[in-house]
């Protein structure tokens, strides 16, 4: 099935056809009008550098005037073999589809709603016929049963003309366009940028990519540049206020010549305040007594810090080089 972007936005348009693999666009004066553009003929020949194939309008109130129409636009450089002349469906339009296709050019009739208009269309060569389903439905009618109609005409009867279907407001529509077994489908790029779009493979996509960078990354390309160190002869009260500075639930406390004293937990705050009150703020941190951290060296991958974060339950874990601490590496940092 043929996929068509129907806009007139220029950035839409650009957006739209970085995809590569869009086969044409399909555009229409309305839209044109709604984007401001005055200087239509300007607009056409620019659109038709930048996409595959170019379905424009061919106005007039007769099959002449239509081809005068197309052939004028041709004149303005366009390739005859990438610009499809949309025609609205009328007895003169059908005769303007005979008379363009009799000279090998490419024709859409459009604002098709009934399946006589569409046989008409089909019978005169049409090479794409297009009913538009949106606009069907919004009037109460069964559109999706004419599309149906209409490509097993085409099956049937063996017609050489393409079934676009047009008018797509959801992406049930495109769905549907699928299920019917049209031959192309013009959508905007709204509906186009949500077709790739679903909860299931957006959670996949965040596990793999989570599980990727557990295996790949290093605990020191994770850690984020801190390391929350205080000296053990400062009170207490002083390592809170750095422990918030950091940002961290945990602050490294060290000796006088750099080595390793213990870490203090926002956890080990509360248990000391419980058990000896306020005067506990006035102590030293070298006054305690701290158990042999949880700690990681800065080499490690984070899938051995996930691991230990999961067997220790804690938060926040010491990250080391050759025994010194560097920093640390808090859980969420996994998930960065």
């Known amino acids: 099935m043929e996929l068509y972007l129907d806009s007139a936005n220029l950035k839409e348009i650009e957006e739209g056809f970085k995809l590569g693999f869009l086969n044409g666009l399909t555009t229409t004066p309305t839209f044109m009008q ?58 003169e339009g059908v005769r303007a589809c005979r008379l363009l296709r009799s000279k090998g050019y490419l024709v859409n009739v459009h604002l098709v709603y009934t399946l006589q208009q569409a046989y008409m269309a089909m019978h005169a060569g049409a090479t794409y016929v297009c009913p538009l389903v949106g606009r069907l439905q919004d009037q109460g009618h069964d559109a999706l049963d004419l599309v149906n109609q209409i490509v097993s005409a085409v099956d049937h009867y063996g017609y050489d003309t ?57 605990v ?9 160190v205080i000296d053990a ?22 000796n006088a010549d750099g080595s390793l004293k213990g870490v203090f937990t926002d956890g080990d705050l509360r248990r000391k305040i419980q058990a000896e009150g306020r005067d506990v703020l006035s102590k030293s941190m070298g006054d305690f007594t701290y158990n ?45």
């Open 34 to 91: 709604r984007e401001g553009i005055t200087d239509i003929d300007a607009m056409i020949v620019k659109l038709s550098k930048i996409v595959p194939v170019l379905q424009i309008e061919a106005l007039g109130d007769t099959a002449e005037e239509v081809l005068a129409e197309a052939e004028r636009q041709l004149a303005l450089g366009l390739d005859p073999k990438k610009t499809v002349f949309k025609i609205p469906v009328s007895l």
């Open 233 to 254: 002869g400062v009170s207490l009260a002083e390592g809170i206020v750095k422990m918030t500075e950091y940002g961290f639930g945990a602050i490294t406390v060290v």
């Open 220 to 228: 020191k390309e994770a850690m984020n540049g801190t390391n929350p």
């Open 162 to 218: 393409k079934v676009m279907f047009s008018s797509v407001r959801t992406m049930e529509h495109v769905r549907n366009a699928l299920n019917l077994g049209v031959h192309t489908i013009t959508v905007p790029l709204k509906i186009l940028k949500q077709l790739t779009e679903n909860h299931f493979t957006t959670v996949g996509t965040d596990q793999f990519i989570r599980d990727t960078r557990l295996m790949t990354v290093r």
């Open 292 to 336: 042999t951290p949880v700690s990681i060296e800065s080499s490690a991958l984070l899938n051995d810090a996930a691991g230990l974060f999961k067997s220790t339950k804690v938060d926040t874990i010491l990250v080391t080089e050759n025994g010194k601490p560097v920093g640390m590496l808090d859980i969420q940092d996994l998930e960065d």
